[in-house]
């Protein structure tokens, strides 16, 4: 069974308020509050663990909170490896209104000593097998020099380890020099990269296949309710999604990410990989809060996705 191996640095309590209306700037009542461990990384663990595979959650905790969240490290069976660190585990808000947009506000205040990467990297190293999948998700905190984080990530696929990248804290450029297995930006997150605007749906394929000719194996390009591009060897395809009434966008990416690796270490052909990995991020969508996508939906959405080669 091919081995994946999640990395969250900064994992956070996603905290989740429903209110009928949102007005900034007036008092605002909620409804309801839902509170969910969470961070990148580790969201696809959890997206894994629910759907029946495996995977090592290799996490950064503060200190204040760390109790509570272990708790829900195990009240959803995630095998796990922690590294304290001396703070609190943060904390993110998301506002939810019955109708309009999500509101998110993500404290930055995640600091780390460099020596934490070598604890992890000492650690890690001896468990990872050739043809791994090790995901590193969210942005790089603070105190972590960047060219130190490409020389661990150097040193995992050394081991053999092919790396998912999902944190706006790299370049193109460090895209190019590290070549990941798979990047999975979202549409505005590309225009970063690429430093250009992408309207059309011809710029969004064109963007894809840039991405992967700089040496990254399989770039997907996560676009909401228009589906994925996805840009691979010798492939270019366009997944095109059913459409439906998010109730929670949170995590949604991360859960695409998920049914992609799931399906790939399953086994299953290209098409069937970008299926199941937007049919992931579209059930996740149906979720309360930061909740992984369910499984008793995962069905019905896949047989609704449809696949054009480009």
Known sequence: M???????????FDIHYEVERFEAGKENYSTNKIVSIGGKGLNISRALALHGRDSLAVIVLGEEGSVEFRAGLDAEGINYLAFPCPGAVRQNITIHPAEG????????????DISILHEIKQALT??????????????????????????????????????????????L?????????????????????????IRTEEEVHQAAQEIH??????????????????????????????????VSTI???????????????????QQEILKTAAAFGTAACLTPGTQPPQPEVLAQLKAEMAVECL
């Open 213 to 246: 000719q700089l040496g990254v194996v399989n770039v997907l390009i996560s676009l909401g309710e228009h589906g994925l591009v996805y840009a691979g060897p010798d492939v270019c395809g366009r997944v095109h999604v059913p459409q439906i009434t998010p």
């Open 2 to 12: 091919r081995q994946i191996i999640t990395i969250t640095l900064n994992p956070a």
């Open 173 to 197: 450029q460090d895209l190019a020099e590290i070549k990941p297995w798979l990047i999975k930006p979202n549409e505005y997150e590309i225009e970063a990269l690429l430093g250009r605007e």
């Open 126 to 171: 001896p468990l990872i097998q050739p043809g791994s999948l090790v995901a590193f998700g969210g942005r790089v905190p603070r105190g972590l020099p960047l060219e130190a984080v490409k020389e661990f990530f150097q040193a995992l696929q050394a081991r053999g380890a092919w790396l998912v990248l999902d944190s706006n804290s790299l370049s």
């Open 251 to 269: 995590g949604a990416g991360d859960s695409v990410l998920a049914g992609y690796m799931y399906a790939y270490a399953e086994g299953l052909d």
């Open 101 to 112: 947009p999500e509101t998110r506000l993500s404290l930055d205040t995640s600091r780390l």
